[in-house]
């Protein structure tokens, strides 16, 4: 029989899903009950719900010249920059070699990051 279960990531952490592909949602998600989801719950990484909590309803839209305003303050977030701001003594963050990790670098921006990308852009930043 296939249990189902209600989980949630502890408060401050991001928990990948069983295949490794993406990180359980904030507000948590139904997953079947494995062996992986056992010891993430027994460790205290995910936290077994009821039920789960009702996405907060959206904000109304901000208007285009608003739009505009916030991306121009926004600062880009960009391959380089996220190297240069590397904690290079977190495990998470660099490889046993001391390379940058791949995996860190595209949960970061969000894309996959290749690691010939990675050293192009250390060869650069070194130029």
Do not use: C, F, W
Not at 75 to 89: F, I, M, Y
Request: glycine content about 6%.
């Amino acid at each position: 029989m296939i249990t189902k279960v209600n989980v949630v990531p502890a408060t401050g952490l991001k928990v990948r899903t069983e295949n490794g592909a993406r990180h359980i949602r904030d507000g948590g998600e139904s997953v079947t009950l494995s062996s992986y989801y056992r010891r993430r719950i027994a460790t205290g990484d995910l936290v077994k719900v009821k039920t789960l909590p009702k996405p907060a309803k959206a904000e109304p839209a901000v208007s285009d010249v608003a739009q505009l305003e916030a991306q121009e303050t926004k600062p880009e977030v960009t391959l380089a920059s996220v190297l240069a701001s590397l904690d290079r003594n977190d495990p998470a963050q660099v490889t046993e070699g001391g390379k940058p990790s791949v995996n860190y670098l595209s949960d970061v921006l969000n894309r996959r990051v290749t690691r010939k990308e990675v050293d192009a852009a250390l060869m650069e930043m070194e130029a």
